[in-house]
């Protein structure tokens, strides 16, 4: 059984930064990609980034150039740096992981992610 477990979360001010962790276990972190989704109160659950086994990034059009997501195989960890943060971007984050095979138009479904953490929650005070 895979476990998530996603940290990182909290408040900050609109403009600011935070870095999300997801540490995985299993030993076999490395073959899989990984992926964060953020959910706000009463919508939909909704794709962030997502990074390949082998560091291929992708990600949602409203976070490219604020956000990136980067791994560490070596301790079974992905991350999402966000930058420039606004109200608009808080919600509950959670980190996923998906297959083997990579194809950015596949990695924004949910339905393509088998284990998923527990979430952490970001707040953005304007």
């Known amino acids: 059984q895979v476990q998530l477990v996603e940290s990182g979360g909290g408040l900050v001010q609109a403009g600011g930064s935070l870095r999300l962790s997801c540490a995985a276990s299993g030993r076999t972190f490395s073959r899989y990609n990984m992926g964060w989704f953020r959910q706000a109160p009463g919508k939909e659950r909704d794709f962030v980034a997502a990074?390949?086994?082998?560091?291929?990034?992708y990600y949602a059009d409203s976070m490219k150039g604020r956000f990136t997501i980067s791994r560490d195989n070596a301790k079974n960890t992905v991350y999402l740096q966000m930058n420039s943060l606004n109200p608009e971007d808080a919600a509950v984050y959670y980190c996923?992981?998906?297959?083997?095979?990579?194809?950015?138009?596949?990695?924004?479904?949910?339905?393509?992610?088998?284990?998923w953490g527990q979430g952490t929650q970001v707040t953005v005070s304007s």
């Open positions: 990074i390949s086994w082998s560091k291929n990034t």
């Open positions: 996923a992981r998906g297959g083997s095979d990579w194809s950015p138009s596949l990695t924004r479904l949910q339905e393509s992610y088998d284990y």
